[in-house]
């Protein structure tokens, strides 16, 4: 490796610095990063809240990380902070050791961010990314929707004016809350709904119009700024407010309560699996979006283009939010900035679902939009504290459950219901188990769901035709069978989904540059030219599924540009080839403006067949295993993938 490869490695801010283009990312940066961070600083405080600790230790988690993950993060968009669920699990867990209360508590979140920092940094290092493709969507989504109802009741003492018990726990939640019904007060619940209705409605209004997209990150300083104004004016006394907040940055210094490190290992396990579950579906998503592609085992390692080829085919598959998540960043990124964030007073942080999104939809392109943060909650600590000590508790309960409410999947799971029940009961499980036994155990249980839905790593056999046939068969089992040099016929037998997709691209890419010296026929061309693939076994995916669909039925499927999945609804034989040959040649030529996923690549590179109903019928009728026949005189046209491009 050369030194700007080595730099880029350890510092992948270099790639984007190098190659940075001042006229047409500087603005949109600078903008991005303001837009977020004035929805940064009231969120900050929110989610400390939620954590047991004072809102200052939201603020300081949302200044040095940001800019330690702008240096070490490959994510251009993902937005790193304090967020809920993390806040949650802090809560929840610290709060059956030590009293919120007690300056105990605070020290050992902050201890938490030193050994979550850790961890991640330490998976990061031992590539140990390949672990998070076995967490599907479904699970995703089923432990979000939980959370985020969770948290929404914990958060209810604010509005409703009364204690109640600290829990993860739904069912015990809701006995507190009925249980202190005969202290309900009118004035808090009224200010914080009036608060969380303006919230989202800004919401809305900044998702459905664009003109109006500046609503949507405005919301939590409007929600501030109403609530302060309002207590100043009239002083209410059945209105709890923050109190005094310190001003001036963090100050240094070294975390303390190691002897507390053994009890706290399992709870910072746990929590940076959560971290990383949400980091890694924002950042997949975002660099599908964007045209990068990065390295799950160190976050800060270099994004790479997609530049074709046979991995070409799946990487807009593989870049979906199933688990997540192409990979994301949030292993060596997050552990940095955990850790350097733990010397500074920061509490655990990762990345943020509704800042990112606000980041992307402002139009960021690198990581100067992470220092605009920083630079922003910088200036909130050094001149604006004093005016946060009059805002009203229920206005910052009101952000976190706006926050959290777009993360309830319902939608996900009814369509997944009528998709593919097997993930809508794994959404079902994650779902029910977070929500009674909590978020530690609910989202153990999920993963353990998902890791049993994973097929073993057998899933191809080089195929090679029959001798006097059209029938294609394992070369390790007929020998006998042709091949031909400059092509490798390959069956993929599983379906594809979310923990195989890596593995597939890898082999794919071993048949490429390994098998150019195994065919028997045909002349040497002295490399592989093309590379096609038998998909009878093959399930495809819809958003958050397995499952490929028609388009003109279902329209909200993913294309992408450049690549065109065909599925061949008939056996083929003599009489039907001639017109698949020029359907297909169709397909290539008119499909171009039809992909909703991906670069705009200008044209179609691949042309990939889903034969599953391609069947012989005396072939069918001999076998109960499904097979799929090729006709040697459109090998050609059947090509997945041209290496040469």
Same mark, same amino acid.
């Given at each position: ?461 080089? *195929? &090679? @035709? %029959?001798? =006097? #046939?059209? +029938?294609?068969? !394992? ?6 069978? /042709?091949?031909? $040099? ?52 093959? *399930? &495809? @995916? %819809?958003? =958050? #599924?397995? +499952?490929?669909? !028609? ?6 499927? /993913?294309?992408? $540009? ?84």
């Amino acid at each position: 490796m050369t030194a700007v490869e080595w730099m880029e490695l350890f510092l992948p801010c270099s790639r984007w610095i190098r190659t940075y283009r001042w006229r047409d990312y500087l603005q949109v940066d600078l903008m991005s990063g303001l837009t977020v961070g004035v929805m940064l600083v009231p969120q900050a405080m929110s989610y400390a809240k939620l954590a047991g600790l004072h809102p200052i230790y939201g603020l300081y988690s949302g200044f040095v990380p940001l800019f330690v993950y702008a240096i070490f993060g490959s994510s251009h968009q993902l937005a790193v902070g304090p967020v809920a669920s993390v806040s949650l699990l802090v809560s929840n867990i610290l709060g059956h050791i030590v009293d919120p209360s007690n300056e105990l508590y605070t020290e050992l979140a902050i201890l938490l961010a030193l050994m979550v920092g850790m961890l991640e940094c330490l998976m990061g290092l031992i590539r140990l990314g390949w672990l998070i493709r076995f967490i599907s969507h479904s699970v995703i989504s089923g432990f979000a929707t939980a959370s985020a109802i969770s948290i929404t009741l914990s958060q209810a003492k604010y509005f409703l004016g009364y204690n109640i018990v600290r829990s993860g726990k739904i069912i015990p939640l809701i006995r507190s809350i009925i249980a202190g019904s005969g202290d309900f007060s009118w004035p808090p619940f009224v200010m914080g709904s009036i608060f969380l209705a303006i919230l989202l409605l800004m919401e809305h209004l900044g998702k459905s119009k664009k003109c109006l997209r500046s609503l949507r990150a405005a919301g939590p300083l409007t929600a501030v700024v109403l609530g302060t104004t309002f207590v100043k004016i009239f002083h209410p006394s059945s209105i709890s407010v923050v109190g005094e907040v310190p001003q001036g940055l963090p100050k240094f210094s070294i975390p303390r309560g190691f002897q507390h490190v053994k009890s706290l290992l399992s709870t910072a396990v746990l929590i940076t699996g959560v971290a990383i579950l949400e980091s890694v579906g924002i950042a997949k998503a975002l660099a599908a979006k964007n045209g990068y592609e990065l390295d799950s085992n160190q976050e800060g390692s270099v994004g790479k283009e997609n530049t074709g080829g046979v991995s070409s085919v799946l990487v807009g598959v593989s870049c979906q939010k199933n688990g997540f998540c192409a990979s994301c960043g949030g292993l060596f990124g997050l552990g940095v900035a955990n850790i350097c964030g733990s010397f500074f007073s920061a509490y655990p942080i990762t990345g943020s679902f509704s800042r990112s999104a606000v980041n992307h939809e402002s139009g960021a392109k690198t990581g100067l939009s992470g220092i605009t943060m920083g630079i922003i909650m910088g200036c909130a600590l050094l001149f604006m504290t004093p005016l946060f000590s009059e805002i009203p508790q229920c206005a910052l309960a009101a952000i976190v459950i706006s926050a959290v409410m777009g993360l309830v999947d319902y939608e996900v799971a009814l369509f997944l219901w009528h998709i593919d029940k097997k993930d809508f009961l794994l959404w079902m499980i994650t779902c029910i188990a977070t929500l009674i036994f909590g978020i530690e155990i609910g989202v153990v249980i999920g993963m353990s769901c998902s890791v049993r839905t994973f097929h073993g790593h057998k899933y191809f056999a080089v *195929l &090679g @035709r %029959l001798p =006097g #046939t059209t +029938v294609y068969r !394992n070369i390790l089992q007929y020998p006998e069978a /042709y091949t031909y $040099n400059g092509i490798v016929v390959v069956r993929i037998d599983a379906p594809i989904y979310f923990a195989n997709i890596s593995h597939i691209k890898d082999r794919l890419r071993e048949y490429e540059h390994n098998l150019s010296g195994t065919a028997n026929r045909g002349l040497d061309v002295g490399r592989i030219y093309f590379v096609i693939l038998e998909m009878s076994p093959v *399930l &495809g @995916r %819809l958003p =958050g #599924t397995t +499952v490929y669909r !028609n388009i003109l039925q279902y329209p909200e499927a /993913y294309t992408y $540009n450049g690549i065109v999945v065909v599925r061949i609804d008939a056996p083929i034989y003599f009489a039907n080839i001639s017109h698949i040959k020029d359907r297909l040649r169709e397909y290539e030529h008119n499909l171009s403006g039809t992909a909703n996923r991906g670069l705009d690549v200008g044209r179609i590179y691949f042309v990939i067949l889903e034969m599953s109903p391609a069947i012989v019928p005396p072939l069918a009728s001999q076998s109960s295993s499904v097979r799929t026949t090729i006709d040697p005189t459109i090998s050609i046209t059947l090509m997945i993938s041209r290496k040469d491009i």
